[in-house]
T-cell receptor, first 113, second 114 residues
Framework: GENVEQHPSTLSVQEGDSAVIKCTYS??????FPWYKQELGKRPQLIID?????GEKKDQRIAVTLNKTAKHFSLHITETQPEDSAVYFC????????????FGTGTRLKVLA | GAGVSQSPSNKVTEKGKDVELRCDPI?????LYWYRQSLGQGLEFLIY????????KSGLPSDRFSAERTGGSVSTLTIQRTQQEDSAVYLC????????????FGSGTRLTVV
């Protein structure tokens, strides 16, 4: 069935260092891969997404890479700041607009000041 | 509306009772989704509505769970004969077709079954 694995489950980094979170998906029909950030007690919010026709996308300190052949994608956060501390979820879907997302189990990122 | 609204924000119910959770999506969004997030866990897909199509119910964990969407807008998730393992945050999201549109989540309903 459809499944998304996410690693690591927890990640601690020093402020200013980089953080990398990796996900692997099983559904070969997936072509849209969003990342959500969830701060404690708040709703998940979209931070970046990538479609299968590109291999990399960057938005300031955040970048996402996609390897469709290997069915894995990663989130890279550079120059981490304390406000980056949150739970990050990856997801895979067959469409960007109107289709269900299968989420990974989440990564709790702690940025140590 | 400006965002996805869910009510109630918190619900405490006794084991065995039925509960109804409501979601009011962003106006014009054709798709609506329900997810469940248990404490410290990921987002578990429950059900998805798209326009007038038959809903995708493949994530509903048991026949105690049902959902409907009236008039292509407001949705209600109903849990019958609640059990303690139903305790979780129930998140609703909506989305629209087109490039660049991800989900917008509501703030969720925290359900506690005692």
């Amino acid at each position: 069935g459809e499944n998304v694995e996410q690693h690591p489950s927890t990640l601690s980094v020093q402020e200013g260092d980089s953080a990398v979170i990796k996900c692997t998906y099983s559904d070969s029909a997936s072509n849209y891969f969003p990342w959500y950030k969830q701060e404690l007690g708040k709703r998940p919010q979209l931070i970046i997404d990538i479609r299968s026709n590109v291999g990399e996308k960057k938005d300031q300190r955040i970048a996402v890479t996609l390897n469709k052949t290997a069915k894995h994608f990663s989130l890279h956060i550079t120059e981490t700041q304390p406000e980056d501390s949150a739970v990050y979820f990856c997801a895979a879907s067959r469409a960007s607009g109107t289709y269900k997302y299968i989420f990974g189990t989440g990564t709790r990122l702690k940025v140590l000041a | 509306g400006a965002g996805v609204s869910q009510s109630p924000s918190n619900k405490v119910t006794e084991k065995g009772k039925d509960v109804e959770l409501r979601c009011d999506p962003i106006s014009g969004h054709t798709a609506l989704y329900w997810y469940r997030q248990s404490l410290g866990q990921g987002l578990e897909f429950l059900i998805y509505f798209q326009g007038n199509s038959a809903p995708d119910k493949s994530g509903l964990p048991s026949d105690r769970f049902s959902a409907e969407r009236t008039g292509g807008s407001v949705s209600t998730l109903t849990i019958q004969r609640t059990q303690q393992e139903d305790s979780a945050v129930y998140l609703c999201a909506s989305s629209s077709r087109g490039e660049g549109y991800g989900y917008t989540f509501g703030s969720g309903t925290r359900l506690t079954v005692v």
